[in-house]
């Protein structure tokens, strides 16, 4: 399963200008925990980085800044770590923990921004992926039970083997 396949495709941008208290109303409104923060360039608009809840709280809030009057854009420059849309799930694990990053953006083929990929968008295709797995073992096991008849009772207990009622007490 690819990045691209798994990403959020819609992502939330704000001005470096905007404020934290408009940050996370935006945040709130439209139910994301990350905001791509654009400025201008001599390209025009560009990501300039990207600025989490945690951000807000860590940075802006618990060091007491008026989330009124104090921008966003110094929590979030330089602040971006990216990824192909090619890449496989473990290709994504392995950036989040070398960039110690939950989010990542991810890169179309000409390294436009294609979506957003969190920790709960990988957790869940992982647990889809060992859903199918346990489920594949199931289909076997009723399978194998369908093809075979089932064995002829044993005649007494199985040589070396004593039978023990249950429950029974483990000490």
């Known amino acids: 399963m690819k990045v691209g396949d798994i990403c959020t495709r819609e992502v939330v941008t704000t001005d470096a200008t905007s404020t934290v208290q408009q940050a996370a109303g935006l945040m709130r409104?439209?139910?994301?925990?990350?905001?791509?923060?654009?400025?201008?360039?001599?390209?025009?608009?560009q990501v300039v980085g990207v600025v989490t809840d945690r951000d807000l709280v860590v940075?802006?809030?618990?060091?007491?800044?008026?989330?009124?009057?104090?921008?966003?854009?110094?929590?979030?420059?330089?602040?971006i770590a990216t990824i192909a849309a090619q890449a496989t799930i473990g290709e994504a694990i392995a950036a989040m923990k070398e960039r110690a990053v939950r989010r990542?953006?991810?890169?179309?083929?000409?390294?436009?921004?294609?979506?957003?990929?969190?920790?709960?968008?990988?957790?869940?295709a992982l647990g889809h992926?060992?859903?199918?797995?346990?489920?594949?073992v199931q289909k076997g096991v009723e399978r194998e039970s369908a093809e075979?008849?089932?064995?002829?009772?044993?005649?007494?207990?199985?040589?070396g083997h004593i039978r023990i009622p249950l429950p029974y007490p483990l000490s």
């Open 29 to 45: 409104e439209r139910h994301v925990g990350a905001l791509l923060v654009v400025g201008d360039s001599a390209e025009g608009k």
């Open 59 to 79: 940075e802006a809030l618990a060091r007491g800044l008026d989330a009124a009057r104090t921008g966003v854009g110094r929590f979030a420059e330089g602040k």
């Open 104 to 124: 990542l953006l991810v890169a179309d083929e000409a390294g436009r921004v294609y979506g957003i990929v969190s920790l709960d968008d990988v957790l869940g």
């Open 129 to 136: 992926e060992l859903a199918a797995l346990a489920s594949a």
């Open 148 to 159: 075979r008849a089932p064995l002829p009772p044993a005649p007494g207990p199985l040589p």
